[in-house]
């Protein structure tokens, strides 16, 4: 039997980080299996939906390497299947329900249906539907959802319990009778998420369900649902949570938890994915970089861990860097384009000499700014460097070495600055210090030889001296 996994999220909001794991884990599990991986975009719920949501899915899937296998659209190029677009289907399947009496008609009003609500909290138990409308007879029922507002609910057992078996948290085990009768089809006849889903599932011939654990609770009602339609349910595994580092929830409202949101501070894809595969799944030998291609080989669904993932953000910046580290020097170049000036020439010299700096693409705007900044800006440490006597000193026999330089070139430099150094009895910091901040305006950089040679005699020599001048 092909693996058939699907990602189904609710166009609600942007695709949050954990949106991306689930993803993720589906389309690696997908891949290792020689499986089928779809999307399905649950918008059964339409006072929730967010314009533009589902463009900037499909952009963040796309930019993440994410492919779908199939749905509508051209071959190689296929789109998600929509729930919107199926109500029928689901109208269909519940009027299966309600003939088979695993589903009735409930008439209950809201008002009753609050005041209920209000009873139950004050009595400190559950809150749940009372079963009010299960007894009407299925003939009156039938009459009276003809002319009355009405939804449909799943007619839960009453007593007993419900096992499964799930990939990751094992033997899960829940009482019927802390189990709500599901609403399945609203007042507005569109279905909710648990009927739509199922019979997606199933119609779609999902084998394997992946999905974060927040799902974990509707579990009973989902199971129901397969055996009143008789059907085989698919294997479940559910995702843990992801948690800031405090360990609190991640949730939304703290920030930054959009994938655009990484991408626009200069995440490169690759690194967010890899960073997203490792919150709730390692290797067994605790590799922690991957390719995308290396993922697929290593991922297993067994392995992910059923206690809460940290975020760290920390591990995120050092996995972006070994990324950016790997990147063949064009394309980091190219990377790191949409995050500088436009009118910056950057040369290839300057892009490498950067390259091992960075943990983030937009640090490459402030590591590169002193190339083209002129006049050169004096960071305040720099500018401390350069007011001493000792200082001034090594600058202005350096200004007079660099007056009489030929064939001037970076290694050049460099021997000058060392004989400059001997002269002086100075080495390292006391040094290169006073050299750095006034070339680069900064005490810190790429390496002085490459940034000689990408300036030229003129450039520094003019450096040196507005550093005098200073
Ligand atoms: N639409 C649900 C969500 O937004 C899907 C949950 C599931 O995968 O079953 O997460």
């Given at each position: 039997m092909t693996t058939r996994v699907r990602f189904a999220p609710s166009p609600t909001g942007y695709l949050h980080v954990g949106g991306l794991r689930t993803a993720l884990y589906n389309w690696l599990f997908a891949r290792k299996h020689g499986g089928v991986f779809i999307l399905r975009i649950e918008?059964?719920?339409?006072?929730r939906q967010v314009e533009g949501a589902v463009d900037s899915l499909l952009s963040m899937l796309d930019w993440a390497g994410l492919?779908?296998?199939?749905?509508?659209?051209?071959g190689g190029d296929y789109g998600p299947y929509v729930q919107s677009e199926r109500l029928e289907i689901y109208q269909q399947h519940a009027e299966q329900l309600l003939a088979g009496g695993q589903a009735y008609y409930c008439f209950c009003s809201t008002e009753r249906l609050e005041q209920l609500r209000e009873r139950q909290k004050k009595m400190g138990i559950n809150v749940?539907?009372?079963?009010?409308?299960?007894?009407?007879s299925s003939d009156e029922a039938e009459k009276r959802a003809a002319g009355e507002p009405h939804v449909v609910r799943l007619a839960i057992p009453e007593a007993g319990r419900i096992t499964f078996k799930d990939i990751i948290r094992k033997k899960v085990a829940f009482e019927w009778q802390t189990v709500d009768d599901q609403v399945l089809i609203k007042g507005d006849g569109f279905p909710t998420y648990h009927l739509a889903n199922v019979v997606d599932d199933h119609l779609m011939e999902i084998t394997h369900v992946i999905r974060g654990?927040?799902?974990?609770?509707s579990m009973p009602k989902h199971l129901y649902l397969y055996q009143s339609f008789g059907w085989e349910p698919p294997t479940f595994a559910h995702l843990p949570l992801l948690l800031n580092p405090d360990r609190s929830k991640l949730s939304k409202?703290?920030?930054?938890?959009?994938v655009e949101d990484y991408r626009d501070q200069g995440y490169l894809p690759e690194a967010m994915v890899n960073f997203v595969a490792l919150l709730g799944w390692h290797e067994q030998g605790n590799r922690e970089v991957f390719t995308l291609a290396e993922l697929i080989e290593a991922f297993?669904?067994?392995?992910?861990?059923k206690g809460g993932a940290i975020f760290n953000t920390e591990k995120l910046d050092w996995i972006n860097g070994q990324h950016i580290r790997a990147l063949p020097a064009e394309q980091f170049r190219a990377a790191i384009a949409p995050h500088l000036d436009n009118a910056w020439d950057v040369t290839d010299s300057m892009a490498a000499a950067i390259q091992t700096k960075?943990?983030?693409?937009?640090?490459a705007r402030d590591q590169l700014a002193f190339f083209f900044q002129d006049p050169v800006v004096y960071d305040p440490d720099a500018k401390a460097a350069l007011s001493d006597a000792m200082s001034r000193g090594i600058l202005s026999t350096l200004l007079t070495n660099l007056d009489s330089a030929?064939?001037?070139?970076g290694k050049g430099f460099l021997d000058m600055v060392k004989s400059i150094g001997e002269e002086f009895s100075l080495k390292g910091r006391e040094l290169w210090h006073p050299i750095r901040a006034a070339i680069t305006?900064?005490?810190?950089?790429?390496d002085i030889v490459t940034i000689v040679d990408e300036f030229g005699l003129e450039k520094c020599r003019h450096r040196v001296r507005a550093a005098l001048d200073l």
């Open positions: 918008d059964t719920d339409q006072s492919k779908i296998d199939e749905g509508p659209g051209l749940r539907y009372d079963r009010h409308c299960r007894t009407i654990e927040e799902w974990l609770p409202r703290q920030g930054h938890v959009a297993e669904i067994g392995r992910v861990q960075v943990n983030l693409l937009s640090d030929k064939n001037f070139s305006g900064r005490l810190a950089g790429p």
